[in-house]
């Protein structure tokens, strides 16, 4: 993965291929925008507040003013699911990080098993 910085937030460029559903979802998170594209959508909140959906399923939830930034896979352990994930865990959160699949398991690129959820810092 490498870090690209400059005078606006940092961009993560990786390797995988990010689905066009994905760069739509980054760019609307980025900008605070909201986004209802096929399955997948992008609500704000005034209150400084915003989530992501998959099929009405909250897989993301941000918080802009502390940024902190969440997970959870919703019980749906899906390619679909996981690429969501990873697309906004590389846009925002520190390089390497990311979830994989190893025998019907998730991991962390760590090698820590992902339990569905977690938290993260936004790196800006």
Not at 39 to 50: A, D, H, I, K, P
Request: charged share 25%; aromatic share 10%.
């Amino acid at each position: 993965m490498i870090t690209v910085s400059a005078t606006k937030p940092i961009v993560h460029l990786h390797l995988d291929p990010m689905r066009k559903i994905e760069t739509s979802m980054i760019a609307a998170m980025r900008s605070r925008s909201e986004l209802k594209k096929d399955n997948t959508q992008v609500l704000q909140e005034e209150s400084g507040y915003g989530e992501v959906r998959l099929f009405g399923n909250i897989i993301c939830r941000f918080n802009y003013n502390r940024g902190i930034i969440s997970f959870d896979d919703c019980g749906y352990r899906t390619a679909t699911t996981k690429s969501r994930l990873n697309a906004i865990i590389h846009a925002f959160t520190k390089p390497g990080q990311g979830i994989y699949q190893k025998d019907s398991k998730w991991f962390w690129k760590d090698g820590e098993e992902w339990d569905g959820g977690g938290m993260a810092r936004f790196l800006v």
